[in-house]
């Protein structure tokens, strides 16, 4: 059964820093382009950011751009969103989801129909 598994989200402050982790298991990551995406209370899910499939590549949204960094361990078969300089509007559930790559990273990022698997999400809180 294919399965992702986010954890790591909870309540920092403002300026504060929290890892995400993506765990996959009945299926490897190594050739899934994975996104994080967030949605925040009455808006729209919105991607945060990408990793694709074979080079590394990665793509962000102008919004965390700078702030935040994806990578991968395909031997844990596990992505990571490391998020620092964490701002209230950084508010959400964080999803990921894995996909196998269908057009340029950046399109795909923003593409949330081009994901097959989707996690349970996890919370991340900023707040003073």
């Known amino acids: 059964q294919l399965q992702l598994v986010e954890s790591g989200g909870g309540l920092v402050q403002p300026g504060g820093s929290l890892r995400l982790s993506c765990a996959a298991s009945?299926?490897?990551?190594?050739?899934?382009?994975i996104g994080w995406f967030r949605q925040a209370p009455g808006k729209e899910r919105e991607a945060v950011t990408c990793?694709?499939?074979?080079?590394?590549?990665?793509h962000y949204a102008a919004s965390v751009k700078g702030r935040f960094t994806i990578f991968r361990d395909n031997a844990k078969s596990t992505v990571y969103l490391q998020m620092n300089s964490l701002k209230p509007e950084d508010i959400g559930v964080y999803y990921c989801?894995?996909?196998?790559?269908?057009?340029?990273?950046?399109?795909?990022?923003?593409?949330?129909?081009?994901?097959?698997?989707w996690g349970q999400g996890t919370q991340v809180t900023v707040s003073s």
């Open positions: 989801a894995a996909g196998r790559s269908r057009r340029p990273l950046w399109r795909q990022c923003v593409s949330p129909s081009d994901f097959d698997s």
């Open positions: 009945g299926f490897t990551l190594d050739y899934s382009v």
């Open positions: 990793i694709g499939s074979g080079d590394g590549s990665t």
